[in-house]
């Protein structure tokens, strides 16, 4: 019987959620980006959870002091609700019964976590501040399970279990009861895999580097139809290579005055394109040095 499960799986993770609790089909299964689900969880606004989960803890009394059946429908919808903000949330919806009967203690959603990851980003994972070995830097800030900076995350051991995930592969599976759980579960794998973070230069929110360290960009999830800020970089990248670029200046200058004999009728559509064949292969020649921009410029002007 479970209720939650998560994995990773090479650049991905996956959620699986089963509110009935039955083993088989899980009612959610969603993937996301490598380390998605934590970096969203710590630009969540706690405080404007507060006032559900309030309502969710008053309800929740009504049942149990009163035994007023209505405020348990009425809890179910609220955690229904909120599951819609963040994926971590929705282990509160399946988990719900035995788990809110110590909502007043254990507040599951505070920012305690947020500010305790974004320590652990500071000292341990960011790329820019704390280096590219996760491994030494982790192994520098704990005492066995206890970090020595106070405001730093706790580890604690956390439900892992192996199995069959995807056809033909294994992997260790976290079978959540805390949403702490799958936050410690995000650090600790980042540690492990030796993957850093940095804030991307483009929206300035944390991404992690499961491609190239210098990866300055990210490729955080954007509304379809729209650039990921990745795509819109390495335009402007470019752009601005080539705006600088004295070869690439003479050549587009040659070409559009060439391009524009065409509608004079000076030259054939068949003798531009076989020029501008020719062209792009001597500005690789002056690209690679192989020739001078002076020898280049030279060849530009011949008819
Ligand atoms: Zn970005």
Redesign the pocket.
């Given at each position: 019987m479970w209720y939650a499960k998560m994995y990773f799986s090479e650049k991905k993770e996956v959620f699986q959620f089963d509110s009935y609790g039955v083993q088989g089909v899980p009612s959610t299964y969603k993937e996301l980006p490598f380390l998605e689900s934590l970096l969203s969880f710590m630009e969540m606004d706690c405080d404007e959870l507060t006032p559900s989960l309030r309502r969710i803890a008053e309800s929740w009394e009504r049942l149990f002091q009163d035994g007023d059946r209505e405020a348990g429908t009425a809890t179910m919808v609220e955690l229904g609700q909120l599951k819609s903000w963040h994926i971590y949330l929705e282990l509160l919806y399946v988990r719900w019964y035995d788990r809110f009967s110590r909502i007043g203690a254990d507040i599951p959603v505070s920012p305690l976590y947020q500010r305790q990851v974004q320590r652990f980003f500071d000292l341990v994972l960011d790329v820019d501040q704390a280096g590219r070995d996760p491994q030494k830097q982790a192994a520098a800030h704990y005492l066995y399970d206890a970090p020595k900076d106070p405001e730093l995350f706790v580890f604690h051991p956390i439900p892992l279990s192996f199995e069959p995930v995807e056809l033909g592969r294994c992997s260790s599976v976290l079978y959540p009861l805390h949403i702490s759980d799958m936050i410690d579960y995000s650090l600790r794998s980042c540690v492990e895999r030796g993957i850093t973070v940095r804030r991307?230069?483009?929206?300035?929110?944390w991404?992690p580097q499961t491609g190239r360290v210098s990866a300055e960009?990210?490729?955080?999830p954007v509304a379809s139809g729209q650039q990921?800020?990745?795509e819109a970089?390495a335009f402007q990248q470019w752009t601005k290579k080539q705006s600088d670029d004295p070869v690439f200046k003479a050549y587009r200058k040659e070409y559009k005055k060439r391009f524009a004999w065409i509608k004079a009728g000076r030259i054939t559509d068949e003798q531009f394109y076989a020029w501008s064949e020719q062209a792009r292969e001597m500005k690789k020649k002056c690209d690679r040095e192989v020739i001078t921009l002076d020898e280049f410029k030279d060849w530009l002007g011949k008819p």
């Open positions: 991307c230069k483009n929206c300035g929110r991404f960009y990210c490729e955080r990921t800020c990745r970089g």
